[in-house]
């Protein structure tokens, strides 16, 4: 009622102005209210009463324009950090936004950056092409090898960028010997890319790394609807420097999107337990089908860092995993393009299961090298594989009929 009066009392100026002023100007009064949800605040820019306030709300993070931050953003931020046990979270408008900026403000001319091979697409090219174009020297080192991180050190490392689980293969990185090497030097930033186990199966801060960086756009959006990602800092100097460089560089989070963001964090634990308790399930049915190779996932003994994985990772492994089915690139193509339950899509951590052949889609061709795609040890039979929340016997019985085809 209060939102459509038409009391002139309500704002005694109105009933001067003329109609185009009415119409660009007329607002119901402020109610103080306390909506459950939070709000989707779409504005640009915010209302002042003094000039001096404007000195006020720079001096203290208050919202002057949006692509500072707002309320909603905020929301999701404040949301995450406490997931992510830091000092301050900041949310973006992808997780290459995150990664960018990462980069871009820690990094000159000069300096040398450690980082695993395989990793993230996204994250590789931007090393080797833009950071070198800037004169950035980058070593690459097998992943989940915290000794050949160690070994590779320089008196101009700056970054030791790690990711666990690692895409594709889901090496798992000991985030407690990573944090460790990166506290013997003063001015040595370790970041690590968690997005395959999102913070409810693992904390990298917890760990002693300094910055946690997720996609939000799997887990913890959960629904491939959004495109979001984040910085998470146990270091008040690290926030500051990536806030900053946010409002440089004007990848902040819409608020569309930040609002769904928070909404996906909300239900992120029911939903972790069943990605995860159905990886398991389908994890333990591919090992033992004659038609696959071998199966990568680290809560299954077999994984190469189960025991890491076992330390580092809680309630669960996680709904990420990949498979080699025998036969090829082939069979991987004939496989992917069979299932009926589960989807071919790229992307990852969405409720719905899908399924990509690394070898000639996100690590294909156009993406990367034969070399690098070598040094990754993707191979043509590979299979990258988000377990979603379906029922696992109906996703079982589509592994088993899109298997039955190769």
Same mark, same amino acid.
């Given at each position: 009622?209060? #939102?459509?009066?038409?009391? $002139?009392?309500?704002?005694?100026?109105?009933?001067?102005?003329?109609?185009?002023?009415?119409?660009?100007?007329?607002?119901?009064?402020?109610?103080?209210?306390?909506?459950?949800?939070?709000?989707?605040?779409?504005?640009?820019?915010?209302?002042?009463?003094?000039?001096?306030?404007?000195?006020?709300?720079?001096?203290?993070?208050?919202?002057?324009?949006?692509?500072?931050?707002?309320?909603?953003?905020?929301? $999701?931020?404040?949301?995450?950090?406490?997931?992510?046990?830091?000092?301050?979270?900041?949310?973006?408008?992808?997780?290459?936004?995150?990664?960018?900026? #990462?980069?871009?403000?820690?990094?000159?001319?000069?300096?040398?950056?450690?980082?695993?091979?395989?990793?993230?697409?996204?994250?590789?090219?931007?090393?080797?092409?833009?950071?070198?174009?800037?004169?950035?020297?980058?070593?690459?080192?097998?992943?989940?090898?915290?000794?050949?991180?160690?070994?590779?050190?320089?008196?101009?490392?700056?970054?030791?960028?790690?990711?666990?689980?690692?895409?594709?293969?889901?090496?798992?990185?000991?985030?407690?010997?990573?944090?460790?090497?990166?506290?013997?030097?003063?001015?040595?930033?370790?970041?690590?890319?968690?997005?395959? #186990?999102?913070?409810?199966?693992?904390?990298?801060?917890?760990?002693?790394?300094?910055?946690?960086?997720?996609?939000?756009?799997?887990?913890?959006?959960?629904?491939?609807?959004?495109?979001?990602?984040?910085?998470?800092?146990?270091?008040?100097?690290?926030?500051?420097?990536?806030?900053?460089?946010?409002?440089?560089?004007?990848?902040?989070?819409?608020?569309?999107?930040?609002?769904?963001?928070?909404?996906?964090?909300?239900?992120?634990?029911?939903?972790?337990?069943?990605?995860?308790?159905?990886?398991?399930?389908?994890?333990?049915?591919?090992?033992?089908?004659?038609?696959?190779?071998?199966?990568?996932?680290?809560?299954?003994?077999?994984?190469?860092?189960?025991?890491?994985?076992?330390?580092?990772?809680?309630?669960?492994?996680?709904?990420?995993?990949?498979?080699?089915?025998?036969?090829?690139?082939?069979?991987?193509?004939?496989?992917?393009?069979?299932?009926?339950?589960?989807?071919? $899509?790229?992307?990852?951590?969405?409720?719905?299961?899908?399924?990509?052949?690394?070898?000639?889609?996100?690590?294909?061709?156009?993406?990367?090298?034969?070399?690098?795609?070598?040094?990754?040890?993707?191979?043509?039979?590979?299979?990258?594989?988000?377990?979603?929340?379906?029922?696992?016997?109906?996703?079982?019985?589509?592994? $088993?009929?899109?298997?039955?085809?190769?």
């Amino acid at each position: 009622m209060m #939102a459509s009066s038409t009391n $002139a009392n309500s704002s005694p100026t109105l009933k001067d102005l003329h109609f185009d002023t009415k119409a660009v100007t007329a607002r119901p009064p402020h109610v103080s209210i306390r909506p459950l949800a939070p709000s989707i605040e779409t504005t640009s820019t915010y209302l002042m009463d003094t000039v001096d306030e404007y000195v006020h709300k720079l001096e203290n993070k208050g919202y002057i324009y949006s692509r500072h931050g707002g309320p909603t953003q905020d929301s $999701a931020a404040y949301s995450i950090n406490q997931l992510e046990g830091g000092y301050g979270t900041l949310v973006f408008s992808s997780g290459m936004a995150a990664v960018t900026t #990462a980069l871009l403000s820690l990094l000159k001319a000069g300096d040398h950056v450690i980082c695993q091979m395989p990793v993230y697409a996204g994250t590789m090219k931007f090393l080797q092409r833009a950071m070198h174009k800037y004169g950035v020297e980058v070593t690459w080192v097998k992943a989940g090898d915290v000794e050949k991180y160690a070994k590779h050190l320089k008196d101009n490392t700056k970054i030791l960028w790690g990711e666990s689980p690692a895409n594709p293969l889901c090496t798992i990185l000991d985030l407690e010997e990573f944090g460790r090497l990166g506290q013997t030097r003063e001015g040595l930033v370790t970041v690590v890319d968690s997005t395959f #186990a999102g913070p409810y199966h693992q904390q990298p801060l917890r760990h002693g790394i300094d910055v946690s960086m997720n996609s939000c756009t799997k887990y913890l959006g959960g629904h491939c609807d959004l495109l979001a990602g984040t910085l998470s800092t146990c270091r008040e100097d690290l926030f500051e420097t990536f806030y900053t460089w946010q409002q440089m560089l004007g990848n902040n989070l819409s608020p569309f999107d930040a609002f769904l963001l928070h909404r996906g964090t909300q239900s992120l634990h029911v939903r972790m337990d069943r990605h995860s308790s159905n990886a398991m399930h389908l994890a333990q049915f591919l090992e033992k089908h004659p038609k696959v190779e071998r199966v990568y996932y680290p809560g299954l003994p077999s994984h190469p860092q189960h025991e890491a994985a076992k330390r580092i990772m809680g309630n669960g492994y996680s709904g990420m995993m990949s498979f080699e089915v025998k036969g090829g690139e082939e069979a991987g193509k004939k496989f992917v393009e069979s299932v009926r339950v589960i989807k071919l $899509a790229v992307s990852l951590g969405g409720v719905d299961s899908l399924v990509e052949h690394p070898a000639t889609m996100t690590h294909g061709k156009y993406m990367i090298t034969d070399l690098e795609r070598e040094m990754g040890s993707i191979t043509p039979g590979l299979i990258r594989f988000s377990v979603g929340i379906e029922n696992v016997q109906d996703l079982e019985n589509d592994l $088993a009929q899109a298997l039955d085809k190769i």
